[in-house]
């Protein structure tokens, strides 16, 4: 059975940093693409960066400069670093992957909490 598994969440002032981690484990036979997404209170989901396999990386513009999603291939573990975080990053953050099955799977979420 597939997992991903985040960690790294928390609370932190105002441009303050987190690092979260997302690790896949199961039956994995290929990784198509890995990312972060997040979703506040009231709001929709919406995509904070990801990276595919082969290299392509996309950041929401609100994030870009701020943040930087990298991958450790030998552990399947997709990372993002956060900067200079702001209130408004405050969300929920769930970590997203395509290994090419029927479906994508999501993590569990972690919380993180931007005070001002």
């Known amino acids: 059975q597939v997992q991903l598994v985040e960690s790294g969440g928390g609370l932190v002032q105002a441009g303050g940093s987190l690092t979260l981690a997302c690790a896949a484990s199961?039956?994995?036979?290929?990784?198509?693409?890995m990312g972060w997404y997040r979703q506040a209170p009231g709001k929709q989901r919406e995509l904070v960066a990801d990276?595919?396999?082969?290299?392509?990386?996309t950041y929401r513009d609100s994030v870009k400069g701020r943040f930087t999603i990298s991958r450790d291939n030998a552990k399947n573990t997709v990372y993002l670093q956060m900067n200079s975080l702001k209130p408004e990053d405050t969300a929920v953050y769930y970590c997203?992957?395509?290994?090419?099955?029927?479906?994508?799977?999501w993590g569990q979420g972690t919380q993180v909490t931007v005070s001002s």
């Open positions: 199961g039956s994995i036979f290929r990784i198509n693409a």
């Open positions: 997203n992957a395509d290994f090419g099955f029927s479906h994508p799977y």
């Open positions: 990276i595919r396999s082969g290299g392509s990386i």
